[in-house]
């Protein structure tokens, strides 16, 4: 049995002007011990996605439609009190920017502890001698566990962070960006830590980025999203080296080659993204896109898998050519 | 979980102020006879040296006894002394002999003698020792009294009779805050249902007198008059010691309530500085009294319920009434008149009458915590005043900073609003108008040796006809000599819940503060 | 922690000091002769001798502020020109009436703390609805509205109307209670009273909490709590409410200052036998010792409670500690 398998997921945000379609049909699955990279453009929908699964959505999110397997159970149709239950017991996040993701007033240790009692039914000695353990498996001391967050600095408060995200042995790890909020050489240690720590607990992992580089070093599969929908999936070498969707060859063009021999700064895309209440019809890159014909703006490409694990939404997937970015 | 054990604590706290609200009534079976008096004052010793309000006046007068007791027209009436005889300038009192104090030992003539000796420094009761130059004590039960004159305001003395042996071993007498009050009288201080604003006195089962018919007597203060009234209202209180115009009006409306007016000794004025120049002219003061309007102010300063009055004495009997062809009462076209014939006029045009170059204008001086309701008499006196080419203005000061203002020789103010209390004794209030710098405390700086004459034949007889004709001679004199234009005589309004309580007379000055204890002995409750 | 605590406690003493100096000037200069004060209208010359002597008015200036100092230090706080409760020593008297209004003071204001604090809660919680509506602007008027106002509402609904609270007091005059009815006698004088200020003060600290909580709430370690699979009251109760204490702390302390000047008008209107209607009377007989007594037992009440507070931060914010 596959860990996830998300199909056709809805999640709209009602506002006073009607529905913001963030996330609207989206299809994928992940099996034990995979990582698949979610990317693309701020406000595209891979943080809704993959909140989505535990309902962590904000005031106005709702899951509209689809379905949310985790280890065959669907998510989608669980009470709020139900989820509460799997919540950091089979899914658990490690969010963006550590600074704040602490309570200051609380110990780090407590609020590794907290969770433990609450879903482990642990008693507080446990909890917290688990704590401490959880500390040195990420590398930090486990007298620390007595601390504060103001007395971590960034790398060591995302290394409990991570600590945090693992109390409860969780089958699924979603990385939220966890890495954009650090200088570069913390960043490589964070990522080889996670890496580590999948393989051997043998979890699966979501990780959320706009950063391809990343992708790259720790992904097995890459889900491109644009405008609420994924536009490409396909293993790292199927999205690096194959692209077949303009918007992610275009995406790919945008990082700079520091093995080309030009010292040229890429051209963005240009133009933005669509108006989620009232998308467009047919293609949404469509505005933007430089293959666009007269289908595009009308009928909506179909996601289709074009080579073995290699699925794209494109009316021109799968023919040759391309842009020349 | 928290939030259970949150909503268990304010139903705990809700289910304590239930209890609280229905129960404290658990002292057991309270047949006692409880009545509560609401008293507006603020705190005050219990010294009979340092006490200053009336009502510990009253509270002096249920602990301990004096000589003489008085009807409701102030008539004496036998009391510690059972009879007296006046010779010339002595006055011979005969004691009881079976009067005894709380801590049993009997009161004698040695106990009279301390008191009247000692009393010269007590605050409220120097009053009564004036003009007495020895006392003397044959014996147990007679004291006699040698004095500067004939004394007649002897009849007129509420001194309470202070037990020799307990102030005398004090070392400082003076000084002394006693706790427990040992005293001769109805009722005996109850220190420990006293304090927090409640003082207690339970009645005297040794009293040689008429037993109390109430058990307890308790003054409760009230700081807030609207809550007063409400208490009042609901039975939580019995009487009110003294009400404001608005409370009275209520209360006035509400069944089983009994509200009184009463007069008060004392008056309400407006004086002149006669140091100053202008006002040293009889005519100006005559002018500025015919401008005032006193029916005006008494209603819209005293609420309507004050009195007109044309001289410094109210006591029932003796006020003064001047005759038809000197009375000046409001009568603008006369001030004009007095004025021009006197050669004030107004030269500049300004509204303002001068005479030699100084105008027309006076300073009117009141004090700042009295201002709200004396700016009706303020802005009127402004008015009329104009209209007869006189100006007023207005400060308004601190009642500290005019007391250090307005002082006998001080020649820097020119009008003052305030007033003076007065006692039983009709010729009391007459000695403010004695020579100011030896003896008068009018503050004006008025002197007339023909007055000091007079007023010394008030006090030469004590027959009352012939004190009242030298008591009418003086305010006759002070009529002309107008050192004040008198505003009103004010009252003080009291209430007693008649539907519960019964036994009690309301005197001419209240039911309360009136200088005797009858009503306190008397009052009790209605079958 | 402990040299933060020592500092403040230093600064605090210092402040005190200033205050003393300040406070026994500041009578001197106050408008009218002192010795006319005593004096008042007295008739006899002797007794006005006699207690202008006893203030000690005739010596200079100076030397009677070096007195004022040294009797302070030994906690002689020097006579009243009148008498209350039976004596006429200042400190005596205050002593005597300071519980009374502590203890009234400090009900109050844990009733408005924990009911402003459900309040804001509550209305947080449930932003935008009607209720949240409902409840601040119930909040703002409560805060708005005049004390003796209130006070006068209260008595009248509660005392005339429906006969369940007397209308002021500390206890039922005339009567001796021993033991628990008398503490429930004064508890049931007590609760209008508190419940006056303390329904006042309700309004203040709902407002503040609403907008503490509502900021508060949208901080990330809330959603981190909420992802853990906590329910909302249990993060409310972990995570938010200790957070929303330190600005709560911040109030509590700036509202002691109000509270002090507002409890002069609440115990006149009670007829409560406090510290606030001893400074009223006292006021309105121009008894300068006493006053004099009665600001500097506010000031360093205030300053007392300041520094408390700042050493409760240092429990309640860890952030604080170093």
């Not at chain 1, 706009?210 to 536009?231: F, Q, R």
């Not at chain 1, 009308?298 to 898998?305: A, N, T, V």
């Not at chain 2, 289910?15 to 705190?43: H, S």
């Amino acid at each position: 049995m596959k860990l996830l398998e998300v199909k056709d997921l809805r999640t709209y945000f009602k506002t006073t002007k009607g529905y913001v379609k963030a996330v609207d049909g989206v299809t994928f699955s992940l099996d034990h011990g995979e990582c698949l990279g979610l990317v693309g453009e701020s406000g595209c929908g891979k943080t809704t996605t993959a909140l989505s699964i535990t309902r962590l959505l904000p005031k106005g999110g709702e899951v509209m439609g689809g379905k949310i397997f985790l280890e065959g159970t669907d998510y989608a149709t669980l009470t709020e009190k139900e989820i509460e239950d799997h919540r950091w017991e089979d899914v658990s996040i490690i969010f963006q920017g550590a600074m704040n993701a602490f309570n200051p007033v609380k110990k780090v240790g407590w609020q590794i502890a907290e969770a433990i009692i609450r879903h482990k039914g642990a008693t507080k000695q446990e909890a917290w001698k688990r704590a401490g353990e959880l500390f040195e498996l990420v590398g930090i001391p486990a007298e620390r566990v007595t601390q504060y967050p103001h007395e971590f600095s960034g790398g060591m408060k995302q290394r409990a962070m991570i600590a945090m995200a693992l109390a409860c042995d969780p089958k699924l790890i979603i990385g939220d960006e966890p890495t954009t909020a650090l200088d570069v050489m913390i960043q490589a240690q964070i990522l080889e830590l996670l890496e580590e720590l999948r393989k051997k607990l043998n979890m699966g992992m979501i990780l959320i980025t706009h950063d391809l580089s990343i992708l790259g070093e720790t992904c097995d599969k890459i889900a491109v999203m644009y405008a609420g929908k994924i536009v490409e999936m396909g293993t790292v070498d199927h999205i690096f080296n194959h692209p077949v969707h303009p918007y992610t060859k275009s995406l790919i063009a945008c990082f700079p080659n520091i093995e080309s021999e030009e010292r040229k700064i890429p051209e963005g895309i240009p133009g933005y993204p669509p108006n989620l209440i009232d998308p467009p019809e047919g293609c949404r890159f469509c505005p933007r896109c430089g293959l666009a014909e007269g289908r595009c703006s009308s009928e909506e490409p179909e996601f289709l898998e074009i080579e073995p694990g290699h699925f794209a939404a494109c009316h021109f997937a799968g023919k040759e050519g391309g842009t020349d970015v | 979980m928290k939030g259970k054990k949150l909503l268990i604590v304010i139903l705990a706290m809700m289910m304590v102020f239930t209890f609280t609200a229905c129960g404290g009534g658990g002292g057991g079976a309270d047949e006692e006879v409880i009545f509560n008096i609401a008293t507006t004052n603020g705190e005050d010793s219990l010294s009979f040296f340092n006490a200053e309000s009336a009502k510990v006046e009253d509270w002096m007068h249920l602990m301990y006894d004096s000589l003489l007791e008085f009807d409701e027209n102030y008539n004496a009436v036998p009391h510690v002394a059972t009879s007296w005889e006046n010779e010339g300038n002595d006055w011979t009192f005969h004691l009881r002999d079976d009067v005894f104090f709380s801590d049993g030992e009997k009161l004698t003539s040695e106990d009279v003698k301390y008191t009247y000796e000692v009393g010269v420094d007590s605050y409220l009761y120097s009053i009564y020792t004036e003009r007495i130059e020895s006392i003397e004590c044959p014996d147990e039960t007679t004291v006699v009294f040698h004095c500067a004159d004939a004394k007649p305001d002897m009849l007129y003395q509420s001194m309470p009779i202070i037990p020799k042996h307990i102030w005398e071993a004090q070392e400082d007498p003076i000084a002394w805050e006693p706790e427990e009050i040992v005293g001769s009288g109805p009722f005996i201080y109850d220190p420990s249902a006293s304090g927090n604003g409640v003082t207690c006195f339970v009645k005297n089962p040794d009293y040689w007198g008429d037993q109390p018919k109430v058990d307890t007597l308790v003054f409760t203060e009230y700081d807030n008059a609207g809550a007063m009234a409400q208490a009042m209202k609901i039975g939580e209180v019995d009487a009110c010691y003294s009400l404001e115009k608005t409370q009275y009006d209520d209360l006035a409306g509400t069944e089983g309530i009994e509200v009184g007016q009463f007069d008060a000794w004392g008056f309400e004025y407006l004086g002149y500085n006669m140091m100053d120049e202008l006002l040293a002219d009889k005519v100006i003061r005559h002018a500025i009294d015919y401008c005032t309007d006193v029916e005006y102010i008494i209603e819209m300063s005293y609420g309507g319920i004050a009195d007109v009055g044309y001289g410094p004495v109210n006591n029932a009997g003796f006020e003064y009434d001047p005759p038809a062809d000197v009375k000046r009462g409001f009568n603008i076209d006369k001030a004009n008149e007095i004025l021009d014939t006197a050669g004030y006029k107004d030269n500049d045009g300004d509204g303002i009458r001068e005479k030699d170059g100084k105008p027309l204008s006076f300073e009117l001086i009141t004090a700042s915590h009295r201002s709200s309701w004396q700016q009706a008499t303020v802005n009127s006196l402004i008015e009329n005043c104009a209209k007869a080419g006189i100006e007023i203005k207005w400060t308004s000061m601190e009642v500290a900073t005019m007391w250090d203002t307005c002082y006998d020789g001080n020649p820097d103010w020119q009008l003052n609003l305030d007033g003076w209390g007065g006692t039983m004794d009709p010729g009391f209030i007459l000695q403010l108008f004695l020579d100011w710098e030896s003896g008068g405390y009018a503050t004006v700086a008025y002197s007339n040796p023909e007055f000091d004459k007079v007023y010394g034949e008030v006090f030469a007889s004590t027959d009352p006809a012939e004190r009242a004709k030298y008591i009418e001679e003086a305010q006759a004199i002070l009529y002309e000599d107008c050192p004040y234009t008198y505003l009103c005589y004010d009252k003080t309004l009291q209430c007693i819940n008649s539907d519960k309580w019964t036994g009690y007379k309301p005197y001419s000055n209240g039911f309360f503060g009136n200088l005797s204890a009858y009503n306190y002995t008397h009052i009790e409750p209605k079958a | 922690m402990g040299k933060r605590i020592l500092k403040k406690f230093f600064f605090s003493c210092v402040t005190i000091v200033f205050v003393v100096a300040f406070n026994f000037f500041l009578f001197r200069i106050m408008p009218g002769d002192v010795e006319t004060i005593i004096a008042r209208a007295t008739t006899t010359e002797a007794v006005k001798q006699r207690l202008i002597e006893k203030a000690g008015l005739h010596r200079p200036l100076l030397e009677q502020f070096w007195i004022y100092m040294k009797d302070l230090l030994t906690g002689d706080f020097g006579e009243a020109f009148n008498s209350y409760d039976g004596s006429s020593n200042v400190l005596t008297v205050i002593m005597g009436r300071i519980p009374n209004t502590v203890i009234l003071l400090f009900c109050a204001e844990l009733f408005a703390i924990i009911a402003g604090l459900i309040i804001g809660v509550i209305c947080a919680q449930k932003r935008t609805t009607k209720l949240d509506t409902g409840l601040l602007s119930g909040s703002l008027v409560l805060y708005s509205m005049p004390t003796f106002w209130f006070a006068m509402l209260l008595i009248f609904l509660f005392c005339a109307t429906l006969h369940i609270f007397p209308t002021g007091g500390i206890f039922t005059p005339g009567r001796h209670y021993y033991g628990m009815a008398k503490i429930l006698d004064y508890l049931k004088h007590m609760i209008l009273p508190m419940l006056c200020m303390g329904i006042l003060m309700m309004g203040c600290y709902a407002i503040t909490m609403r907008s503490t909580m509502i900021n508060i709430l949208t901080e990330d370690y809330i959603n981190t709590a909420k992802a853990k699979g906590f329910s909302t009251r249990y993060i409310l109760f972990h995570h938010a409410i200790p957070n929303a204490m330190i600005p709560m702390a911040t109030i509590i302390a700036l509202n002691l200052a109000a509270i002090l000047g507002g409890a002069i008008q609440l115990e006149t209107l009670f007829s409560w036998q406090g510290l606030g209607q001893l400074m009223y009377d006292a006021l309105n007989r121009r008894d300068y010792p006493m006053l004099q007594g009665c600001f500097f037992i506010s000031a360093v009440a205030m300053i007392l409670a300041n520094f408390l507070t700042d050493v409760l931060y240092g429990f309640i914010d860890p952030r604080i500690r170093e």
